[in-house]
T-cell receptor, first 116, second 118 residues
Framework: AQKITQTQPGMFVQEKEAVTLDCTYD???????LFWYKQPSSGEMIFLIY??????QNATEGRYSLNFQKARKSANLVISASQLGDSAMYFC?????????????FGTGTSLTVIP | GAVVSQHPSWVICKSGTSVKIECRSL??????MFWYRQFPKQSLMLMAT?????????EQGVEKDKFLINHASLTLSTLTVTSAHPEDSSFYIC??????????????FGDGTRLSIL
């Protein structure tokens, strides 16, 4: 089974609107972390936001927020007030356990296009 | 934030050449480094995990003799693509983490290397 599933290969959003990018995960570990990265066409991986399995509050970082539903094993990224510069690939990732040396499992990504 | 430098950004070379890619953590001690390969419009594929001073752990299907990884110091890991062929052309990207970091520490990525073998 896939550890991370992103079911939206491509998404379009109007500038200044909000958009939700879906991510579901599969793990039997009690301790895990969920991460979202943005990858522009230039290729670099930009860390956006983190949610820990024990966090009771949804994570927020500026225009990014994470809709964490632990029982459903989902960690959807919400981007508010979309900007043209948000057009990029977005990857959801999970690290099992608390050891930061553990590997990341990445989803297949969602390509977001912001329309002016 | 933590900075990881990857060099070179672009490489174009002839078939049969060996190519070395460097990944440096500039402001923290990277006890673990990860090497990924990414094809266009696809996700990152983990090639290997290297811990400082130890042999790298390769993922299934990744040729150890083709992709040599060295992690001799806490700030530098290298990936050498030996006798590269056109099918090795890809985007290679490294990331680093500090094993004693807290669980919320992300992997810090280099900017990647685009390798083209003619």
């Amino acid at each position: 089974a896939q550890k991370i599933t992103q079911t939206q290969p491509g998404m379009f959003v109007q500038e200044k609107e909000a958009v939700t990018l879906d991510c579901t995960y599969d793990t039997s570990d009690q301790s895990y972390g969920l991460f979202w990265y943005k990858q522009p066409s230039s290729g670099e991986m930009i860390f956006l936001i983190y949610q820990g399995s024990y966090d009771e509050q949804n994570a927020t970082e500026g225009r990014y927020s994470l809709n964490f539903q632990k029982a459903r094993k989902s960690a959807n990224l919400v981007i508010s007030a979309s900007q043209l510069g948000d057009s990029a690939m977005y990857f959801c990732a999970m690290r099992e356990g608390l050891n930061t040396g553990n590997q990341f499992y990445f989803g297949t990504g969602t390509s977001l296009t912001v329309i002016p | 934030g933590a900075v990881v430098s990857q060099h070179p950004s672009w490489v174009i070379c002839k078939s049969g050449t060996s190519v070395k890619i460097e990944c440096r953590s500039l402001d923290f001690q990277a006890t673990t480094m990860f090497w990924y390969r990414q094809f266009p419009k696809q996700s990152l594929m983990l090639m290997a995990t290297s811990n400082e001073g130890s042999k790298a752990t390769y993922e299934q299907g990744v040729e150890k003799d083709k992709f040599l990884i060295n992690h001799a110091s806490l700030t530098l890991s290298t990936l050498t693509v030996t006798s590269a062929h056109p099918e090795d052309s890809s985007f290679y990207i490294c990331s680093a983490s500090w094993a004693r970091g807290m669980g919320n520490q992300p992997q810090h990525f280099g900017d990647g290397t685009r390798l083209s073998i003619l």
